[in-house]
T-cell receptor, first 112, second 115 residues
Framework: SQKIEQNSEALNIQEGKTATLTCNYTNYSPAYLQWYRQDPGRGPVFLLLIRENEKEKRKERLKVTFDTTLKQSLFHITASQPADSATYLCALALSGTYKYIFGTGTRLKVLA | DGGITQSPKYLFRKEGQNVTLSCEQNLNHDAMYWYRQDPGQGLRLIYYSQIVNDFQKGDIAEGYSVSREKKESFPLTVTSAQKNPTAFYLC??????????????FGQGTRLTVV
C-alpha cells in the first residue's frame, strides 16, 4: 500500500542547533516533494519544493534533500530559533494527477 | 491582497443537519482542494477540482459533496451521511499546469464541531 511516514514523535532541540526532520514514502513515484509549516489552528504554509531529479534545495536557513532511491526526504533547519517551533508536513505531488498527498507531520519545538 | 479565504472559522452542527463550508480564492488558480485534518492524522483529501464544473472524489468523499460553478469558489457540504464530521477542514488551491511544479495555498481552516 502507499504510505508517507513522518516521525510522529515531537522533536525537541536546543536553540542554535540544526533540526532534521524525515519523510519516508513507499509505493509512490512523486514528480516532486514539498515541505509545509503548520502552526496550531492555521492552514499549512509552503516552504520548499524539490523535484525528483534534484538532490538538494536551499532557502535561507532551510535545506531539503530528496533521495528517490531511498524514497526519503530530509528537511533541515540550521541555527534553529524558538520561532521555528511548529508542525512540519511533507507532501508528494504525483505525476499525471493534480493530487497532493500529505504526511502526518512532525512537531518541532525549539527550546530557548 | 491575493489569497484563499475560508468561512466560517468555527461551525457547529447539530445531528442530522447539512452544513456548507465556504472557500473563495482570488489567485486565479484553476485547481482547488478540500482536506480534512484530524489529530494525529495527516491531511486527507476529500474532493478536488481541476477546472470549473468538474471535480473528482478524493480518498474520503463519502458523506461530502462539492460544487465548482465558479473558478473562485469551491464550497463543501458536509451532509448528515457523514458519521464523524467533527474535524478541521482545509481548503487549498494551486495553479493548474503541465508540470505541476507549484505549491498549494491553504486557507485558515474551518473547525467543525457536532453538538
Amino acid at each position: 500500500s502507499q504510505k508517507i511516514e513522518q516521525n510522529s514523535e515531537a522533536l525537541n532541540i536546543q536553540e542554535g542547533k540544526t533540526a532534521t526532520l524525515t519523510c519516508n514514502y513507499t509505493n509512490y513515484s512523486p514528480a516532486y516533494l514539498q515541505w509545509y509549516r503548520q502552526d496550531p489552528g492555521r492552514g499549512p504554509v509552503f516552504l520548499l519544493l524539490i523535484r525528483e531529479n534534484e538532490k538538494e534545495k536551499r532557502k535561507e536557513r532551510l535545506k531539503v534533500t530528496f533521495d528517490t532511491t531511498l524514497k526519503q526526504s530530509l528537511f533541515h533547519i540550521t541555527a534553529s530559533q524558538p520561532a521555528d517551533s511548529a508542525t512540519y508536513l511533507c507532501a508528494l505531488a504525483l505525476s499525471g494527477t493534480y493530487k497532493y498527498i500529505f504526511g502526518t507531520g512532525t512537531r518541532l519545538k525549539v527550546l530557548a | 491582497d491575493g489569497g484563499i479565504t475560508q468561512s466560517p472559522k468555527y461551525l457547529f452542527r447539530k445531528e442530522g443537519q447539512n452544513v456548507t463550508l465556504s472557500c473563495e480564492q482570488n489567485l486565479n488558480h484553476d485547481a482547488m482542494y478540500w482536506y480534512r485534518q484530524d489529530p494525529g492524522q495527516g491531511l486527507r483529501l476529500i474532493y478536488y477540482s481541476q477546472i470549473v464544473n468538474d471535480f473528482q472524489k478524493g480518498d474520503i468523499a463519502e458523506g461530502y459533496s462539492v460544487s465548482r460553478e465558479k473558478k473562485e469558489s469551491f464550497p463543501l457540504t458536509v451532509t448528515s451521511a457523514q458519521k464523524n464530521p467533527t474535524a478541521f477542514y482545509l481548503c487549498a488551491s494551486s495553479i493548474q499546469g503541465m508540470f505541476m511544479n507549484t505549491e498549494a495555498f491553504f486557507g485558515q481552516g474551518t473547525r467543525l464541531t457536532v453538538v
